[in-house]
DNA sequence: CTAGGGTTAG
């Protein structure tokens, strides 16, 4: 993929000169002596690049008030107002704008204007309002600046009637009003609207320039049609910066990263100087493809053109390393950073979230996610207060590790802080408790949320299904159609997964056929996973191999292994040896493989088979995965390997063992051997105990560590066996314990002697 | 004024 690419210049070249993107004004301008300066001030509206450092604003702003009004010229209101803008305080500028009232400057539409601009930007619409109502009369600039004050504080509603307002008082709407009608649309999400707009550009002949250009672009971005936004731009004559950065990044929000970056290449080609907007969203574009060369060559550019030390540059560049798997270079970028933003904290958590996420190795995923934990408490002890973006980062690393405690500890924060009330924050929040085994609390949380979106619906419906519990599952599914809210390809995915792990195969079977009639969504891979797996469970692997050679698609890694295992149960060895053979094919030398296939010839008492699987083991050296499991107690996560003698208290740990597996034999436990790898050539043997796999080590040490009656939650790299499985059944009954495993397949919670998974999960 | 960095479900 990354080689299609042009390379691109690191060098820009020789015409491209740096934006002059900071413009001093001549002190004169603050205090115009006469009228005819306060109107070349009026035209010059833009002040925003005043150097706030040239006076003590404050002090003006108290000598104001003790002085009385009527000395002051009517353009000193500018760097007051500036400062009110700066500081974003609205008692200020309403002392302002009370001096304004009295001394009958309310007369001067410019500096109106400029108070709907700050009370707009503090936030206080209703004050804007006010004050434009009171205006003389109002030019385009005057509308203008209350239509983006009504899109920028989420109003698109009211900027949408304040154009109709503005046609019926007869001005004309400017480019650059059209452009905030349009975004009015795009944060309106509708795209009716926008058209019509668009129609209105046509039908009253407007000059198709840059400004309704870029909005066009943008708008037709969000609604995902990328072909019209990309004709947009193209119509634009003089395409400017603006232009480009929205074209590459309307690319990017449609899952077109590549094309992004060729416009990119493009632009380039084409002698417009890309500044800091455009280099960070090409960078986040890299991201996407996790195409870190070009990522490289673009901080050179950055370097070239001075933005390098720009902070936002910085945290996209810090994003990408993570999600490169660059996490030393990630590190070196962020300890050389003299001032960490919010954003480059939670760019560091969610960056090892997202490299949890993508790592198969559920070893070093974990390490991932003990970092982004670390990361947060250092984020805590800097002072700084976490967002909704960290909460909802932390939340879904909690979730992953498994890590009750850490999860409940950020709950807390959450509710403290207000965040919580964030439906994202309490959505990750539900996913947390799930992944935890905490169905209830999962539901709890549910039950608490004041709105809920599809994707805090889904992970409710997904919990209960993880959790065995179909019937609620399938219940939530119907709420949330009665409330209106409609499903998708992932909603399906969880129904279809009650309904097969229910063994409800016409139900399994209609839902499959109704999502792809009545909501129009295409199956993917997920949803005949889904269905495969329910005729495997049923012990129907004819049908289930059927099923496979009927799909659009080619089979995954999980589909044949689930397969296998289900001959193991049937004896079917022939169905067997073929998905393995497919397996082999997907996954050259996957020790995993070789396991299930000997473990169904050891059910089906082919001891031949078994050997000979034996010895291709050996004679591919073949080795075995790395076998680690986790527990995370207070604000630390243990990990242990098997028949790992290292650790300090190891005996007295194996000596606890050794009492809970002689208990749980006398309520009739009877270990299994299984097929072991042995890491030592030398080692003769093809069963090996399993009594002391890693995740029994870590169950042992919880059951010492953790207060009574609390919970055991670990994590394991690999698949349970079945060994494990069953054995901490028995452990749950003799402890009284709830204990919840995450093997690298899913999650498994044992109360009372019996599992979440039905016994129909995928075991070595 | 329009554009940019970080968040949730299988």
Redesign the pocket.
Same mark, same amino acid.
């Given at each position: 993929m990354a080689s299609s690419f042009p390379s691109v210049a690191v060098t820009p070249s020789a015409t491209l000169k740096l934006q002059p993107h900071f413009r001093k004004y001549p002190p004169t301008s603050y205090f115009p002596t006469d009228k005819s300066q306060s109107i070349s001030l009026q035209k010059s509206?833009?002040l925003?690049h005043l150097d706030p450092s040239y006076l003590d604003y404050r002090e003006a702003l108290s000598s104001a008030k003790e002085e009385g009004l009527e000395d002051l010229e009517l353009s000193f209101y500018v760097p007051l107002l500036q400062e009110c803008l700066h500081k974003g305080s609205i008692s200020d500028t309403k002392i302002v704008h009370g001096h304004v009232v009295k001394t009958g400057t309310h007369q001067d539409i410019f500096v109106m204007s400029f108070l709907v601009?700050v009370y707009a930007?503090c936030g206080n619409m209703e004050n804007a309002r006010k004050v434009f109502d009171k205006m003389p009369r109002r030019d385009d600039i005057a509308w203008?600046?209350l239509l983006?004050g009504y899109?920028?504080n989420s109003q698109p509603k009211h900027a949408i009637r304040g154009f109709q307002e503005m046609l019926y008082a007869g001005s004309y709407p400017s480019n650059?009003t059209l452009?905030?009608a349009l975004?009015a649309c795009?944060s309106l999400q509708s795209l009716k609207l926008g058209d019509q707009f668009h129609a209105y550009i046509i039908k009253y002949n407007i000059g198709y320039d840059?400004?309704i250009g870029?909005?066009l672009c943008?708008l037709y971005s969000k609604f995902r049609k990328l072909k019209l936004a990309l004709n947009a731009f193209r119509r634009i004559k003089e395409k400017?910066?603006?232009s480009w950065?929205?074209a590459i990044?309307a690319c990017?929000?449609n899952g077109e990263a590549a094309k992004g970056l060729r416009l990119f290449v493009e632009m380039l080609s084409e002698d417009i100087q890309p500044?800091?907007?455009?280099l960070?969203?090409v960078?986040?574009q890299c991201?996407e493809i996790q195409y870190l060369e070009l990522g490289s060559q673009v901080h050179s550019l950055c370097a070239k053109f001075g933005y390098d030390s720009?902070?936002?540059?910085?945290?996209?560049m810090l994003?990408l390393y993570l999600k490169c798997g660059c996490i030393g270079e990630a590190q070196i970028l962020f300890n050389g950073m003299d001032y960490h933003? *919010?954003?480059?904290w939670?760019?560091m958590? @969610? #960056?090892h %979230? $997202?490299m949890m996420?993508h790592t198969k190795d559920n070893l070093s995923a974990c390490q991932n996610g003990i970092e982004a934990l670390n990361v947060f408490s250092k984020l805590n002890r800097s002072g700084m207060k976490p967002?909704?973006?960290?909460?909802?980062?932390v939340?879904?690393v909690c979730?992953?590790l498994v890590a009750l405690e850490q999860g409940e500890q950020v709950h807390a924060q959450a509710i403290k802080t207000g965040f919580l009330s964030?439906?994202?924050?309490s959505?990750?929040l539900i996913?947390m408790y799930?992944?935890c085994g905490s169905v209830e609390r999962a539901s709890k949380a549910f039950l608490e949320m004041s709105t809920r979106? *599809?994707?805090?619906w889904?992970?409710m419906i @997904? #919990?209960f %299904? $993880?959790h065995g519990r179909y019937q609620q599952a399938l219940q939530l599914f119907e709420d949330m159609k009665l409330a209106g809210v409609r499903p998708?390809?992932?909603?399906f995915?969880?129904v279809l997964?009650a309904y097969s792990q229910a063994g409800m195969v016409s139900e399994a079977l209609d839902y499959f056929e109704i999502m792809q009639k009545e909501y129009k969504i295409k199956p993917?891979m997920?949803h005949y996973t889904c269905l495969v797996d329910m005729f495997v469970w049923l012990g129907q692997l004819e049908e289930a191999f059927n099923f496979i050679k009927k799909m659009d698609f080619e089979p995954t890694e999980s589909i044949w292994s689930n397969l296998i295992y289900g001959c193991q149960s049937q004896g079917n060895l022939e169905i067997g040896y073929h998905a393995a053979e497919q397996l082999l094919s997907l996954k050259p030398k996957d020790s995993e493989t070789y396991m299930l296939l000997s473990n169904m010839y050891l059910s089906a008492g082919q001891y031949e088979y078994v050997s000979r699987v034996k010895k291709i083991m050996e004679e591919e050296n073949i080795r075995k995965l790395n076998d680690w499991s986790w527990i995370s107690i207070k604000d630390r996560v243990y990990s242990f390997k098997p028949n790992d003698k290292a650790q300090p208290q190891s005996s007295l740990l194996y000596k606890s063992l050794e009492d809970l597996v002689s208990k749980a034999k006398n309520l009739g436990y009877e270990m299994l051997e299984s097929v072991e790898i042995s890491e030592e050539e030398e080692d003769e043997k093809t069963t090996s105990p399993t009594i002391y796999h890693s995740e029994k080590l870590a169950i042992t040490f919880g059951l010492e560590k953790l207060p009574y009656s609390s919970p055991i939650r670990v994590v394991k790299s690999t698949l349970m066996c079945r060994d494990c499985h069953n054995f901490i059944k028995y452990v749950s009954t003799l402890t009284g314990r709830e204990i919840v495993v995450k093997d690298s397949r899913r999650l498994h919670k044992f109360v009372n002697g019996q599992c979440s998974c039905g016994d129909f999960g995928c075991f070595l």
């Open positions: 509206h833009r925003t601009n930007k203008s600046t983006v899109v920028q650059f452009a905030i975004n795009t840059a400004s870029n909005a943008s400017n910066v603006i950065t929205s990044s990017g929000d500044n800091e907007f455009t960070t969203t960078l986040s991201c720009d902070i936002r540059f910085r945290n996209s994003y933003s *919010l954003v480059t939670n760019a958590i @969610a #960056g %979230a $997202q996420e967002d909704l973006f960290t909460f909802s980062s939340l879904s979730s992953r964030d439906v994202v924050v959505s990750s996913n799930n992944k979106t *599809l994707i805090s889904t992970s @997904a #919990g %299904a $993880q998708n390809a992932v909603t995915v969880c997964s993917v997920d």
